[in-house]
């Protein structure tokens, strides 16, 4: 199976900072990479599919790129109600796969 | 809109089953499949299988293949997750998710049903 492995496991911003996550992919994946975002006692809520493109009511502010084996979550600027954690996910290989998650947390 | 409502917590000994429901709402239930993703405490999300609700066609992950069957009843729009054989280390929050192929992303979640093996 494709695991997926995130960096940092931790990112500690302020508000208003800029927040890159990364997930790389142990195999080529084209774009069928997506983000979710899950904040405590809640399910996780998709972001970003398909690597960059904004899941229905998500802000503009939230922006994904990448294909093949490197991809890249961007938060513009960190507003509080961000600070959650980050899991990407890839469909492009039985059985779909999360990566370990990345924690923004509030510096 | 679309919503999954699942099932409330259980409390279950090792050795035992459980069986969690997700009601769906919101959209044609026999267009879509429903996918089980389940947490530890304080892990990461882990696929556990899919169940098409057109035909009954169903993907387990590999871990849990003999332990696990999923089933839907389309009269009521639901789904179910039985895990037989429970371990202290089944002890997570199983959540449904709708998902059209088995291989899809999850555009909507239940919110989620806390199982403890104890």
């Not at chain 1, 695991?3 to 142990?26: D, F, I, K, W």
């Not at chain 1, 972001?47 to 009511?57: F, N, P, V």
């Not at chain 2, 696990?68 to 729009?77: L, N, Q």
Request: a neutral charge; glycine letters at 10%.
């Amino acid at each position: 199976e494709i695991v997926l492995t995130q960096s940092p496991a931790t990112l500690s911003l302020s508000p208003g900072e800029r927040a890159t996550l990364s997930c790389r992919a142990s195999q080529r994946v084209g774009t069928h990479l997506a983000w979710y975002q899950q904040k405590p006692g809640q399910a996780p809520r998709l972001l970003i599919y398909d690597a960059s493109s904004r899941a229905t009511g998500i802000p503009a502010r939230f922006s994904g790129s990448g294909s093949g084996t490197d991809f890249t979550l961007t938060i513009s600027s960190l507003e509080p109600e961000d600070f959650a954690v980050y899991y990407c996910q890839q469909r492009s290989n039985w059985p779909p796969t999360f990566g370990q998650g990345t924690k923004v947390e509030i510096k | 809109q679309v919503q999954m409502v699942q099932s409330g917590a259980e409390v279950k000994k090792p050795g035992a089953s459980v069986k969690v429901s997700c009601k769906a709402s919101g959209y044609t239930f026999t267009n879509y499949g429903i996918s089980w993703v389940r947490q530890a405490p304080g892990q990461g999300l882990e696929w556990m299988g899919w169940i098409s609700a057109y035909n009954g066609d169903t993907n387990y992950a590999q871990n849990l293949q003999g332990r696990v069957t999923m089933t839907t009843d389309t009269s009521t729009s639901t789904g179910y997750m039985e895990l037989r054989s429970l371990r202290s280390d089944d002890t997570a929050v199983y959540y449904c998710a709708r998902d059209d192929s088995g291989l899809s992303y999850f555009d909507s979640w239940g919110q989620g049903a806390l199982v403890t093996v104890s």
